[in-house]
């Protein structure tokens, strides 16, 4: 019998790519929608369009993490063996701007998925999987940044990622639920938002190189990351819940480059020189920053199994190429208008 799966958060990235890993792995797959005057579901459309992926095991519902009534009704209905919490508002500048709803998708919405889990619990287990955050290390204490690192957030976002983190430690341990963290780093792919900083440059730098964007405006170009794919790190998020014990587990690639050093790489993959194009707007910068982030992922690799195996550069390559694709159709578009 196949499994089943609610994913929070599928129009995303994470949610996008975690949906083609367990209809890959032959599960039926639910996801949580929240109701909008346009269309979201851009990031999962293909999988609707190719019936041999999808079959009839994609099934969308509308709901709002802030909502735990309904959200325990529906778990109560699908009841899926497994839940991934993928939803928040995740933008960390966007935080210190809506600090309130922040926290109530990001920390009151993880609780909600765990209470409607131990409901779900008391006739049929399920295993919950909690998006927590390398951001919730904040003004780090150590470097790398390990399962054991004390937490010291420093933006709204960071705060309610940790509210979550430990209420998921808290229902793990209080009524004994498959309940696990998985604090991943920076990962990045084609389908990141375009507001991001990785996916800001790649989609700047194809537009720049075809003479549609004369300039990049960023924030903190010192900022520090460890980046990876957003792909191999859904594949993390299925192991953890396949463990034999619910533990928490930090997802990373054990390399760290500057904002400034990833938009090297990609300008050069277009044979552009950065310095002429990025200038600093001191609206990107946070209230408070974040300067280096560095994970060790040891334990994931000797209990999961699990290592990160796409490079940067490869990584920025996905990007750029796909990017560029965009800005080719772009340009065609207004070549026509004209």
Known sequence: MSKSALITGITGQDGSYLAELLLEKGYTVHGLVRRASTFTTGRINHIYADPHQAGNRLFLHYGDLTDGQSLTNLVLDLEPDEIYNLGAQSHVRVSFD???????????????????????????????????????????????????????????????????????????????????????????SPRRGETFVTRKITRAATRIKLGLQDKLYLGNLAAKRDWGYAKD??????????????????L???????????????????????????????????????????????????????????????????????????????????????
């Not at 209470?115 to 904040?138: D, F, H, I, P, W």
């Not at 790190?233 to 930090?250: A, C, I, K, N, T």
């Not at 990160?308 to 390559?317: N, V």
């Open 98 to 188: 809506q600090p309130a709803y922040t926290f109530q998708a990001t920390g009151g919405g993880a609780l909600n998925v765990l209470e409607a889990a131990r409901q779900l619990n008391k006739r049929k287990l399920t295993k919950v999987y909690q998006a927590s955050s390398s951001e919730m290390y904040g003004e780090v204490l150590e470097t790398p940044q390990t399962e054991t690192t004390p937490f010291q957030p420093q933006s709204p976002y960071a705060c309610a990622k940790v509210y979550a983190f430990h209420q998921t430690v808290n229902y793990r341990k209080s009524y004994d639920m498959f309940a696990v963290n998985g604090i991943l780093f920076n990962h990045e």
């Open 233 to 250: 790190y859904v594949e993390g998020m299925w192991r953890m819940l396949q463990h034999s014990e619910p533990d928490d587990f930090v």
């Open 252 to 338: 990373a690639t054990g390399r760290t480059q500057t904002v400034q050093e990833f938009a090297d790489i990609v300008f050069s993959m277009l044979q552009l020189d950065p310095k002429h194009y990025i200038e600093i707007d001191p609206r990107y910068f946070r209230p408070a920053e974040v300067d280096l982030l560095l994970g060790d992922c040891s334990k994931a690799k000797e209990k999961l199994g699990w290592t990160a195996s796409t490079s940067l550069e490869e990584l920025a390559k996905l990007m750029v190429d796909h990017d560029l694709n965009l800005a080719r159709e772009e340009a065609i578009l207004a070549a026509a208008r004209k």
